[in-house]
T-cell receptor
Framework: GEDVEQSLFLSVREGDSSVINCTYT??????LYWYKQEPGAGLQLLTY?????DMKQDQRLTVLLNKKDKHLSLRIADTQTGDSAIYFC?????????FGKGTHLIIQP | NAGVTQTPKFQVLKTGQSMTLQCAQD?????MYWYRQDPGMGLRLIYY???????DKGEVPNGYNVSRLNKREFSLRLESAAPSQTSVYFC?????????FGPGTRLTVT
């Protein structure tokens, strides 16, 4: 099965860019996802990328996929206090997703 | 269009008690899923159902049973709850390219 690894914490200053990184093992994942979870809440899908794409941009979010290195990143431009949350990388498809343990994004004023 | 709904929101059980977590979706999706989330962990797949009448085990199925009652509903049953099953349980359905999650059920087993 898939293993997904993420660093546990990232601290950035408000207004800077945040880059959250993820590595995965299963190259057969059809889709790769980034989810956001605020304290006590469910998961909110931020964005996803097909496994045959290299990059996807959606407003302040940019996803980069390096298939050779099995590395996925999420860049959040102009990070705001409302971006403070746990960000989960996941991969898979119709038969279920495998999640990393999540990266806590901490925003410094 | 309520999306994915889960009941109850919170539940406390004693060891050995049984209960069923309910999930329903009104988006006409074929595939549905149950995950659990433990503190400091990502979600782990318990069971999924690709269509009405079919179910398959995920990563952590032990101690659970599921029923795909119809296209809308997918329930998760704990026959004899154990403290190790204290967790937040999320149900999801598959849109064709993403999973859409419910709000979760927070279960504590004492």
């Amino acid at each position: 099965g898939e293993d997904v690894e993420q660093s546990l914490f990232l601290s950035v200053r408000e207004g800077d860019s945040s880059v959250i990184n993820c590595t995965y093992t299963d190259s057969s994942s059809t889709y790769l996802y980034w989810y956001k979870q605020e304290p006590g809440a469910g998961l909110q899908l931020l964005t996803y990328i097909f496994s045959n794409m290299d990059m996807k941009q959606d407003q302040r979010l940019t996803v980069l996929l390096n298939k050779k290195d099995k590395h996925l990143s999420l860049r959040i431009a102009d990070t705001q206090t409302g971006d403070s949350a746990i960000y989960f990388c996941s991969g898979g498809g119709a038969d279920g997703l495998t999640f990393g343990k999540g990266t806590h994004l901490i925003i410094q004023p | 269009n309520a999306g994915v709904t889960q009941t109850p929101k919170f539940q406390v059980l004693k060891t050995g008690q049984s209960m069923t977590l309910q999930c329903a979706q009104d988006m006409n999706h074929n595939s549905m899923y149950w995950y659990r989330q433990d503190p400091g962990m990502g979600l782990r797949l318990i069971y999924y159902s690709a269509s009405e009448g079919t179910t398959d085990k995920g990563e952590v199925p032990n101690g659970y049973n599921v029923s795909r009652l119809n296209k809308r509903e997918f329930s998760l049953r704990l026959e004899s709850a154990a403290p190790s099953q204290t967790s937040v349980y999320f149900c999801a359905s598959w849109t064709g390219n993403e999973q859409y999650f419910g709000p979760g059920t927070r279960l504590t087993v004492t």
